[in-house]
Every structure is written in structure tokens, then in C-alpha cells.
């Protein structure tokens, strides 16, 4: 058999997820040993044409040249693979989505009519078939070598569908909700990161995404609960005092890396 | 396309550059019209979005502006913030900071120098490639890209997109116990730095100049990294400052003549921002290792005004303040007493603020807005690659001027030739908060056109 083929792509991004591939300082050069790396221009210039075994997909679609492009990498590609919140979720310029793009484009843009841009960012799914969907934003390094050498392998990868609360309880660290009043989005959000947050002692802000077993009507009283001043509400707020969040600070607490998918299942 | 009086070079992807771009250049009868360095980033808005969010949101958010430099989107929005609220955190707090910023500093120089940089001085495709012939030193990249990591694991919780900075210092202080191993890996990290200066000062060195105008932040004692007033070097010799909070009337977008382009200018003229700039402007407050390291890596001494304009030398003042970098973690590192508390209230005040960090790459100015309860009413955020863009492609300009004239190179290596001096910049394309770059070919009937989009963060 030869060599694997393996495509790393971007559409709109901050480049993070792909960078987590470069931060696998142990197993970079293994892993450039077992697999051929034909196209990724962030690493290399050298770039071979498809078709690929593995492409993996960072960021969302936002311009009708993207939506095109995923297109023809899925045309290219044996396995899709999207990698992180924009490729999974829309990623936090899924914001326009609740917004008026054109308002958006006027306010950054000195020409807004030179700007080609889609009033939506949408997931890759959205678009074509995806073979596997790794959350985060960004990804976890741990898990992206998982998903490679699962796909290597020919095998199904090993990513847990549970909550971050989980990975709480198995890392031991105390509930930052229960101990300090935290507004925390662990119950809701996908396992992956190791419950980084709580361990830094502030709540999860949902950054890999909705888990796969989520109540999230459940959740918003008990964001409420409390009743702190606005001010201290913001998601960078709350840690010390017993803090709640009002209507506009619950919406934003929501409405970042992942808003159109927590959006998604307050509608459900 | 070949023909060479007159030739349109279009390099459609850039490699090894952080986002996407791509490349133009106009040929006309031997002379170069145009170099343009295009940014097809799709825009993404945050300067829309931050509207509306509450002022403790922005460090989080603006963040993933950009996944290799994050820590520095977190620190300048942290400073600009706690300027419009008047406060100023502890030293303690201030520090630690400094010592997140080393790692990124570290982790983001020994991806450009290893990763991106030094594959084309080697003549290779990527450091995967380069590791076939150069295997020990593409591991003690990897190493020293490691180091800087984990720094900023420890603090920040991850390397890409920290958890850890909040308003006014972090969510939870290290303990003394916790960075106690650290310093041994900082220790192997500082050996490491000092074989990357070695090395990558035998390297070989195309001539090369630039007369823009170098602008960095100074600070009154130290090696400007966190904080700083902006300081600038001319072409001439002259130098100058100005206050923070006048950034946007002296760094003004204008309009280039002949195209619609917007670019970044200091007081009208090109400017460039980014170790070249720092190692002009605050060369001289190095600490004793890494001044050392400048006059070992052939720099000169900046004790004695020795400053560098040569792009491709870009190369070796990183690797100089990787030293300092890891030189300076390891001063924090041992110094380190925690703080009482991990951070300082910030409470809401209404007003602007202006905030502005050395990212690896350069500049990064913030300015906020906010009301009395706290909301961010207008944000605007001014990336390195924004400002140097007018610089790099005036010196695209004028190597692939000199390359023509000496030589007359065909399109493979005049694409070669110019891609390089992009890498020479470690352009940070997907933080291009809010660039515009319009392109259209006006030269000749058959070249579509070109429509670059903005980039926008
Ligand atoms: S998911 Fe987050 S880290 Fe990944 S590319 Fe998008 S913004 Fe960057
Ligand atoms: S926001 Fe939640 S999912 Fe993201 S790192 Fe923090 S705890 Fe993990």
C-alpha cells in the first residue's frame, strides 16, 4: 500500500486549529513519516494534487468563493475531517448571523462594496458531507492525533460525546457553579478540552460546542440565579462573588465560538 | 506570461505565511509597475461584533483573531481596556504577563524561524523536508517551539487561545511549586535559543535594504515586550515618539495612488513594525545574554547604534530575542513570588482606552469604547501586518527590480525570489483586522479582474 495521503485546507479561520497540528512537537516528524503531506500551506510549499486520503477542513464558509471551494476539496478527498468551531459550528463570525451583514460590513470597511462576503458563516456540513466533525476552538492537540491515527488506521475515532462536567469530576477539580456561584456552561458543553476552565477557576465558556446529550432550557435559570449587576456578568466577570446573569449577558454568554450551534438547541 | 519585457506573475497561494494570500507583480517593459501583496482572508468582522459585548469580553474574543498570536490580541485588549478604566495592575500581575508573552514570544519565533523561515534559505519546501537533511536542528526547533508552549500551558492553560488572562491579571496565579520545572525546561530551552543563533547566523544572506520608517514600542528600562510608547527610527536617522493615544492620527490609512488599495502610513510614509523595528528602537536595553547573542549572530552591537535593514536578517533578530525571551522567563520564572490576589478589579468606567503590545510580528493597537455599564460601544483594531504591508511590498518592489535588471530571472524563480521576501516579514495574514486591498490590473486587457477581498479579523 502506499503512503497516505494527508490535505490540511482553510476557509475562514484564525488559523489556530491548523496550528494545533504544527504544536505536536513529539509527533510531528513521526507522524510526516507515515503519512504524505500533500497539501498544507501553512506548513509547506510543497503542494501535490489530490485525490487525498485524509483532508482535514479548519474554518467556516463565508464568501459564495468558499462555498465553491469546499466543493471541490470534497470532490478531492476520500475522508473529510472538519476541524474546530468554525469548521463545526460557524465559528465565532457565525455572529452575523444574528446580525445585519451589510451594517457589518459598513463599520469596518472604508469601501463595503469592495467586500465579497455571504450573510451567513456556516459549518462545513452545511455544504457537503463530512466524515467526522472534531470540536473546539481550538481543537485539543490529543484528540486531532486520535482522529489522524483513527482515520490511519481505518477505524472509528475515540472522541466521547459526554460534558465538560464529566471531565470535571474526573479531574477532580471543584464545581465552580456549586463552590462560588460561577456561571458555568460545563453541563452543556463537549468533553475534550480536560475542563481547562474550571480548573483555571472560572466557568466553561462553551468553546467546544454543545454536547451530544444537552438540556440547555435546563440550564438558563441556573445562569440567572443570583442576580449580579451587569458589569460583573460578562463571561470574563463572575469568579468571586456569587454572580447571575441578566437576559442580554445569558445571550452573550451563549452567543461566541459556537453561537449558531448553542443557537440551535434553544430553539430545539 | 513568459514573455520577459512584459509579464503579469500571479502566485495564487502563498506557503508558509500565516493565512492566506497572494502574490502580483506587473512587468512592463523590464520595469516593475507593481508588486502587490493580496490578501484574500474572507472578512470576518470582529470590529462589528465586539459592539455590544461586555468590556470584560474582548481579550477572549479578539483572541481568536489570530490562532499564533493570541496572547498578544489578549494583552493588548487587557491594556486598552484598563486604560479607559484607569487602572493599572501589579507589578506581580505585570510580570506574569510578561513571562505568557515570553512564551508566545518563543513558541511563535521558533515556528517561524524552524517552520516557516529557514526552509528557504536551505533551499527546502517545509521543515518536514528539511528535517531529511537537517534533522537534529529541525528537532531542536521543535524543541525550543515546545519550551515556549509550555509556558504558556502552564499560565494560560493552552497554547492556542489561552483560558488563564482576564481584566486586570488572571483568573488563578501559579504557585511557586508549579513553575519550579519549568525553569529546568527554560534552562534546556536557553541552550537551544543560543544553537538557533549559531545556526541560523551561518546562514547565507541576500543583500537587501529597506528605508521605512521602523516603528516599535519603547519602554523606559526594559526590552519593550507588554507595554510601551510608540518609537520610531527614519530612514535618516531621525527619531521620534508620540503617545498612544494619538496612534490613529499618526498611523493613517491613505489611499495609494493609481489604486484603491488602503494602506497603512506613519506620518505619510512606509513604516515597518516587527523585530527589525524592535531591535532598532529598544536594541540597546537587551539584556546582557541576548546582547551577546546580537554581536555573536554578526548584528552588531545596539549599545553602539548598530541597527538591521536587511529582511532577510529578520531571521537572526528573532533568533536574538528568542534568547532574550527565554532569558527574561527565566528572570520572571526565578523571581516569582504570587500575587495576593491574581488580578485587580477593573470596574467599568465609561470612555476610550488605547492599548498597544509587541506581538512576535509587531504592533498591535487596540482602542475600545465603552459606555458606563460597561459595554463595548466601538472597538477598532490595528494589526502588525496591516502596517507593514506597504513596506513589504515596497521591498518586493525593489527585489524583484534589482533581480530583472541584474539577471532577468524567469517567472519560477522571480516567484521564488518573492515569496521569500513575504517569509522574510512572517506576514500574519489572518490577523489582518481590517486591511483592504483592492486589486485591479489596469495594464493588460486579457488579466481578469482581480478582486482580493479584505481581510478583515
Ligand atoms: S475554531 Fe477557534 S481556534 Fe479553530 S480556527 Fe476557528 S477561531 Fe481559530
Ligand atoms: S470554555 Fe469550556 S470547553 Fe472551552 S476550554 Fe474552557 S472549559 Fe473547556
Redesign the interface.
Known amino acids: 500500500m502506499s503512503t497516505p495521503t494527508l490535505a490540511v485546507f482553510?476557509?475562514?479561520?484564525?488559523?489556530?486549529?491548523?496550528?494545533?497540528l504544527?504544536?505536536c512537537?513529539?509527533e510531528?516528524?513521526a507522524l510526516?513519516g507515515k503519512v504524505e503531506?500533500a497539501h498544507?500551506?501553512?506548513?509547506?510549499?510543497?503542494?501535490a494534487p489530490g485525490p487525498y486520503d485524509l483532508s482535514l477542513v479548519e474554518g467556516s464558509v463565508?464568501?459564495p468563493g468558499?462555498a465553491e471551494r469546499v466543493r471541490s476539496i470534497r470532490a478531492a478527498s476520500r475522508h473529510l475531517v472538519t476541524i474546530g468551531a468554525c469548521a463545526t459550528a460557524g465559528?465565532?463570525?457565525a455572529?452575523?448571523n444574528f446580525?445585519d451583514?451589510n451594517?457589518?460590513?459598513r463599520?469596518?470597511?472604508?469601501?463595503p462594496e469592495?467586500?465579497?462576503?455571504l450573510a451567513t458563516s456556516t459549518p462545513v456540513s452545511a455544504h457537503v458531507d463530512v466524515d467526522f466533525e472534531l470540536r473546539g476552538?481550538?481543537i485539543d492537540r490529543r484528540q486531532l492525533l486520535e482522529v489522524i491515527t483513527a482515520f490511519l488506521a481505518g477505524r472509528k475515532p475515540d472522541i466521547p460525546n459526554h460534558s465538560v462536567c464529566f471531565e470535571c469530576k474526573r479531574r477532580g477539580t471543584v464545581c465552580v457553579t456549586v463552590a462560588h456561584g460561577t456561571p458555568c456552561l460545563g453541563p452543556v458543553t463537549h468533553a475534550g478540552?480536560g475542563a481547562?476552565?474550571p480548573?483555571?477557576?472560572?466557568g466553561c465558556?462553551g468553546?467546544f460546542g454543545p454536547s451530544g446529550s444537552v438540556n440547555l432550557p435546563a440550564l438558563i435559570p441556573l445562569l440567572r440565579n443570583g442576580g449580579a449587576s451587569?458589569?460583573d456578568?460578562?463571561?470574563?466577570?463572575g469568579?468571586r462573588r456569587a454572580g447571575g446573569l441578566d437576559e442580554d449577558?445569558v445571550m452573550?454568554f451563549l452567543h461566541?465560538?459556537n453561537a449558531a450551534a448553542f443557537d440551535k438547541e434553544l430553539r430545539k | 506570461m513568459t514573455h520577459r519585457g512584459s509579464r503579469v506573475l500571479h502566485v495564487g497561494?502563498?506557503?508558509?505565511?500565516?493565512?492566506?494570500g497572494a502574490l502580483r507583480l506587473h512587468v512592463h517593459d523590464g520595469t516593475v509597475t507593481e508588486a502587490r501583496l493580496e490578501i484574500y482572508?474572507?472578512?470576518?468582522?470582529?470590529?462589528?461584533?465586539l459592539?455590544g459585548?461586555?468590556?470584560?469580553?474582548p481579550?477572549?474574543?479578539t483572541a481568536?483573531?489570530?490562532?499564533?498570536c493570541?496572547v498578544a490580541y489578549q494583552m493588548s485588549a487587557c491594556a486598552a481596556i484598563e486604560d479607559a478604566c484607569g487602572v493599572t495592575v501589579d507589578p506581580v500581575i505585570r510580570d506574569l504577563r510578561r513571562l505568557l508573552y515570553c512564551g508566545e514570544w518563543i513558541e511563535s519565533h521558533a515556528?517561524h524561524i524552524y517552520?516557516l523561515h529557514a526552509?528557504d534559505f536551505l533551499g527546502r519546501?517545509?521543515?518536514?523536508?528539511l528535517?531529511r537533511t537537517h534533522?537534529a536542528e529541525?528537532?531542536r526547533g521543535?524543541?525550543l517551539?515546545?519550551a515556549g508552549?509550555a509556558l504558556m500551558e502552564l499560565l494560560g492553560?493552552?497554547?492556542?487561545?489561552p483560558?488563564?488572562v482576564?481584566?486586570g491579571g488572571f483568573?488563578?496565579a501559579p504557585t511557586r511549586n508549579e513553575l519550579r520545572p519549568l525553569a529546568e525546561e527554560l534552562k534546556r530551552a536557553l541552550d537551544d535559543a543560543w544553537e538557533t543563533v549559531r545556526w541560523v547566523a551561518g546562514l547565507d544572506f541576500p543583500d537587501a535594504h529597506t528605508d521605512a520608517d521602523l516603528l516599535a514600542l519603547a519602554a523606559p528600562d526594559t526590552y519593550a515586550i507588554e507595554s510601551g510608547t510608540t518609537a520610531f527610527l527614519r530612514a535618516d536617522g531621525t527619531t521620534g515618539s508620540f503617545p498612544l493615544r494619538d496612534f490613529t492620527d499618526r498611523v493613517t490609512?491613505t489611499h495609494v495612488a493609481h489604486s484603491?488599495a488602503?494602506h497603512s502610513r506613519l506620518d505619510g510614509r512606509l513604516h515597518l513594525t516587527g523585530p527589525l523595528a524592535r531591535f532598532a528602537v529598544g536594541g540597546h536595553l537587551l539584556s546582557p545574554v541576548a546582547l551577546q547573542a546580537a554581536v555573536e549572530a554578526g548584528l552588531g552591537d545596539p549599545r553602539e547604534g548598530a541597527v538591521c535593514r536587511n529582511p532577510y536578517r529578520s531571521i537572526l533578530v528573532r533568533a536574538v530575542e528568542t534568547v532574550y525571551a527565554v532569558d527574561e522567563a527565566l528572570r520572571i520564572t526565578e523571581a516569582y513570588e504570587p500575587p495576593a490576589r491574581p488580578y485587580t478589579e477593573v470596574?467599568?468606567v465609561a470612555g476610550v482606552g488605547h492599548g498597544a503590545t509587541e506581538a512576535p510580528r509587531g504592533l498591535l493597537y487596540h482602542r475600545y469604547e465603552i459606555d458606563a455599564?460597561?459595554i463595548v460601544t466601538s472597538a477598532s483594531l490595528v494589526p502588525p501586518t496591516a502596517q507593514n504591508q506597504g513596506a513589504i511590498e515596497d521591498d518586493l518592489r525593489r527585489l524583484a527590480q534589482r533581480a530583472i535588471s541584474e539577471h532577468d530571472p524567469d517567472d519560477a524563480e522571480l516567484t521564488a525570489l518573492c515569496?521569500r521576501a513575504i517569509r522574510n516579514h512572517d506576514p500574519c495574514i489572518?490577523?489582518s483586522t481590517?486591511f483592504?486591498d483592492?486589486t485591479v490590473v489596469r495594464t493588460s486587457g486579457d488579466t481578469p479582474r482581480d478582486?482580493s477581498?479584505?481581510c478583515?479579523a
Open positions: 482553510k476557509l475562514a479561520s484564525c488559523d489556530g486549529c491548523q496550528l494545533t504544527l504544536d512537537e513529539d510531528l516528524l510526516a503531506i498544507f500551506l501553512e506548513a509547506t510549499s510543497a503542494v463565508t464568501t468558499d465559528g465565532i463570525q455572529l452575523r446580525a451583514v451594517e457589518y460590513r463599520t469596518v470597511y472604508a469601501h469592495y467586500i465579497s462576503t476552538c481550538p478540552c481547562l476552565c480548573a483555571y477557576q472560572r465558556f468553546c451587569r458589569s456578568s460578562g463571561k470574563g466577570g469568579g449577558a452573550r461566541t465560538f | 497561494s502563498l506557503s508558509r505565511v500565516e493565512g492566506e482572508e474572507p472578512p470576518r468582522f470582529f470590529e462589528a461584533f459592539r459585548r461586555a468590556y470584560t469580553e481579550p477572549d474574543i481568536r483573531v489570530c490562532g499564533i493570541p515556528l517552520l526552509p519546501t517545509s521543515a518536514i523536508d528535517a534533522r529541525v528537532e521543535l524543541r517551539k515546545k508552549n492553560g493552552r497554547a492556542v487561545h483560558v488563564n482576564r481584566l483568573h488563578r490609512e484603491t488602503l470596574p467599568p455599564d460597561g515569496e489572518s490577523c481590517h483592504l483592492l478582486f477581498g479584505g478583515d
